[in-house]
């Protein structure tokens, strides 16, 4: 009888449940997470399509590129969301990817976990509230092409990404566009698949420089300015196939042998690697070209984080988006967006962790006249590995010293030069922009600075600068630069991001304090 009145009082939830129906699917959160591999990250989108929350877990845990959800963002990321309907969406298909080391014998990475056991069944437990339900995979890269489509301005595009590995894929090209009812269609043009790879090229070109890949390939890109590129065709001639200009002779994914191009001096392997990943890029967009009916391009995956190699993408297509964010971490606001299946509501990158309060204008001001740098850290921090002014160090980019200062702090290479952060409208009088990009909002792309001699901080070796543009957007960076360009006449800053030394970007105020506390530079919030 128990029995009976239980399963009756069963029957009854599950009618109510029905009852609650639309309000549950009206309430909808999409839970995007990238993780598993590197750089674990977690997004999520209503069932509006606005963007709740997009979060890095190293800023949380501060593990660099670490794979784990961290405990910590999940309850921030939480904290922003009013309803706890949520449908969980992993950017890869776990399965997809253990049969691909299966058949390549990557004999000791051989991992069959399903999406849950890599999230965390805890973390799955605490992001589902309890209910249950299924996780939903995507592909890899399809994850990329959706983090890039779904977030850019265009209702039609061609998509390509170009990583080191998805599944099986390391390059995609897709058609992407709306349908009547604006649900995203993507059809795929041309893959090359794994061990074929432009980024596990540079990697294993990182790795071979002493540096370390998955995390140090944009030191390669900045060395590449101090070397020459005579050793190009050696390269090209020793690791490229003759019968496909996209094929290589060797799986680069266990790095090239010990004597290659041996006693070769390092700059000068990063300036032939620059040359030659940027030859490979340009064949992609050419193929791109011809397949593709749109001329938006829209370009994602890890290799688009190459902001030197990005200034030629405009030669190819009418119009250029790369989503702030283009790596794996990006991936998981992909993931929530094939979630929704609509375009969403990108704005900004400002969608992390919360400082609140109004931006410091005044205070910054003052900081940078009497001591010519001061720390930032407030708003929501950037989804993305840039700091674009709510976890900025910012200083003065006038004259030769200044590089030499900011680097006592950020204890860097010293050739490595610091990025402009400009008046949107100023940009074209002290830089030779690239053309055909609708935003230079996320210093994506490296431009040709006009007064090299003026800026040597903000200026690299090869006469380049990484340029963050800001238009008239009501934000405490525009308002600052602003106030700023009266008072000195010049309309930009200089801005690197907020870190202690081998840790990943200040996330919340604590992290403000230590960074104060060790190298004695205020931060306001
Ligand atoms: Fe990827």
Same mark, same amino acid.
């Given at each position: 009888?128990?029995?009976?009145?239980?399963?009756?009082?069963?029957?009854?939830?599950?009618?109510?449940?029905?009852?609650?129906?639309?309000?549950?699917?009206?309430?909808?959160?999409?839970?995007?997470?990238?993780?598993?591999?590197?750089?674990?990250?977690?997004?999520?989108?209503?069932?509006? *399509?606005?963007?709740?929350?997009?979060g890095h877990s190293e800023r949380y845990s501060k593990q660099k590129h670490t794979k784990d959800l961290c405990w910590d963002l999940v309850t921030d990321a939480l904290s922003h969301t009013k309803y706890s309907y949520n449908?969980?969406?992993?950017?890869?298909?776990?399965?997809?990817?253990?049969?691909?080391?299966?058949?390549?014998?990557?004999?000791?990475?051989?991992?069959?976990l399903s999406a849950k056991e890599i999230i965390g069944p805890n973390l799955v437990h605490k992001l589902q509230d309890g209910r249950g339900g299924k996780i939903h995979t995507h592909n890899h890269h399809l994850s990329h092409a959706a983090a890039g489509f779904q977030t850019s301005p265009f209702n039609d595009a061609t998509v390509v990404v170009i990583d080191a590995i998805g599944e099986f894929d390391t390059i995609t090209i897709w058609d992407a566009r709306y349908d009547k009812i604006g649900v995203a269609k993507y059809t795929k043009l041309y893959t090359l698949k794994y061990p074929d790879s432009i980024g596990l090229f540079y990697?294993?070109?990182?790795?071979?420089?002493?540096?370390?890949?998955?995390?140090?390939?944009?030191?390669?890109?900045?060395?590449?300015?101090?070397?020459?590129?005579?050793?190009?065709?050696q390269m090209h001639d020793e690791l490229i196939d003759d019968s496909n200009e996209l094929r290589f002779k060797h799986n680069l994914h266990i *790095?090239?042998?010990?004597?290659?191009?041996?006693g070769a001096n390092d700059m000068d392997i990063a300036s032939a690697s620059q040359v030659m990943v940027e030859n490979l890029i340009r064949t992609v967009m050419r193929k791109a070209r011809f397949h593709s009916k749109s001329r938006n391009l829209v370009y994602g995956g890890g290799v688009a984080l190459n902001c030197l190699a990005n200034?030629?993408?405009?030669?190819?297509?009418?119009?250029?988006?790369?989503?702030?964010?283009? *790596?794996?971490?990006?991936?998981?606001? #992909?993931?929530?967006?094939? #979630?929704?299946?609509?375009?969403?509501?990108?704005n900004n990158c400002f969608i992390g962790r919360n400082i609140s309060g109004p931006y410091p204008v005044n205070g910054l001001l003052d900081k940078l006249l009497s001591d010519r740098m001061v720390g930032v850290a407030n708003g929501r921090a950037e989804f993305g590995p840039r700091a674009l002014?709510?976890?900025?160090?910012?200083?003065?980019?006038? *004259?030769?010293?200044?590089?030499?200062?900011?680097?006592?702090?950020?204890?860097?290479?010293?050739?490595?030069?610091?990025?402009?952060?400009?008046?949107?409208?100023?940009?074209?009088?002290?830089?030779?922009?690239?053309h055909n990009w609708h935003t230079h909002n996320y210093m994506q792309s490296v431009a040709i600075c006009r007064f090299p001699n003026l800026y040597p901080a903000i200026c690299h070796a090869d006469g380049t600068s990484r340029v963050q543009t800001v238009p008239k957007d009501g934000s405490g960076i525009r308002e600052l630069l602003e106030k700023w360009y009266v008072l000195t006449e010049c309309p930009m800053l200089l801005n690197t991001s907020l870190n202690i030394r081998g840790e990943p970007m200040v996330n919340d105020r604590n992290d403000a304090d230590r960074f104060e506390t060790l190298y004695g530079i205020k931060v306001l919030s």
């Open positions: 009888m128990g029995r009976f009145i239980e399963n009756i009082n069963f029957a009854n939830d599950l009618k109510n449940l029905k009852n609650e129906t639309p309000s549950f699917t009206n309430n909808m959160n999409y839970i995007g997470i990238s993780c598993g591999f590197h750089d674990a990250a977690l997004s999520i989108v209503d069932v509006h *399509g606005d963007i709740l929350f997009a449908e969980i969406h992993y950017y890869e298909r776990p399965w997809m990817k253990f049969l691909r080391q299966l058949r390549t014998g990557e004999g000791s990475k051989l991992t069959n990697s294993a070109m990182t790795k071979r420089v002493g540096l370390r890949p998955l995390d140090e390939e944009y030191i390669l890109m900045g060395m590449a300015a101090y070397g020459e590129s005579t050793l190009y065709k *790095g090239v042998p010990d004597d290659f191009l041996e200034r030629f993408l405009g030669e190819y297509f009418d119009n250029v988006w790369i989503m702030p964010n283009p *790596g794996d971490a990006g991936s998981s606001l #992909g993931a929530s967006a094939l #979630g929704y299946g609509r375009k969403i509501n990108f002014g709510n976890r900025s160090l910012l200083a003065d980019p006038r *004259g030769k010293d200044i590089k030499d200062k900011v680097n006592q702090i950020k204890r860097r290479q010293q050739f490595r030069p610091f990025a402009p952060v400009i008046l949107e409208e100023m940009a074209d009088k002290y830089f030779y922009m690239p």
